[in-house]
């Protein structure tokens, strides 16, 4: 049922989350005693901050009132961000990701850390030991963001930005050949 039920409210929930501004990054029903909880979670490239948050809780509410007669039972919503811990498994986590420490675990080979750069349709480019290297998604077994406690190289961020810079540039010109 919750399975069923989530298929039919997904629509509902990701229309009011786009029209608040924000991607839905994952969405799920389950059943809690009498009750449906509906977890919400929403993110931006911008981030999201509590009060972007709260805004886009009483959307998701308001939609889900308007909407009773899908759920046909009482409800507790739960709107928040992605966590730190989230796995980066798509390509918009890793445009998210930019100048971030992530750790990658490759489906084959050694894990490693490195700075995300460009993040391109098939790979994300990655800084790692000085090095540039591209990264393809689906050679990722896992990939997560490391938690840092000082500030990165500011030559590192640069080179990752004069990288990012000339990538685009040519994803630009082969598309429109």
């Known amino acids: 049922m919750p399975g069923e039920l989530a298929s039919r409210l997904q629509p509902i929930v990701a229309e009011a989350v786009t029209a608040a501004g924000f991607d839905l990054d994952s969405f799920e029903v389950q059943q809690a005693g009498r009750r449906q909880l509906v977890k919400v979670v929403v993110d931006s490239d911008d981030g999201i901050g509590l009060d972007e948050v709260a805004e886009v809780s009483r959307k998701v509410a308001a939609a ?19 966590g730190l811990d989230r796995p980066l498994t798509e390509r918009r986590h890793w445009r998210r990701a930019r100048f971030r420490l992530v750790k990658v675990t490759p489906a084959e080979g050694e894990a490693f850390i490195g700075r995300v750069g460009h993040a391109g349709e098939d790979a994300a480019r990655i800084l790692e030991g000085g090095k540039l290297r591209d990264v393809r998604y689906a050679e990722v077994a896992k990939a997560v963001v490391e938690i840092e406690f000082k500030q990165p190289a500011a030559e590192d961020l640069k080179l990752l930005e004069d990288d990012a810079s000339g990538m685009i540039a040519a994803e630009t010109e082969k598309g429109s050949k």
């Open 64 to 82: 889900l009132d308007e909407n009773e007669h899908v759920l046909a039972s009482a409800y507790t919503l739960e709107v928040t961000s992605p």
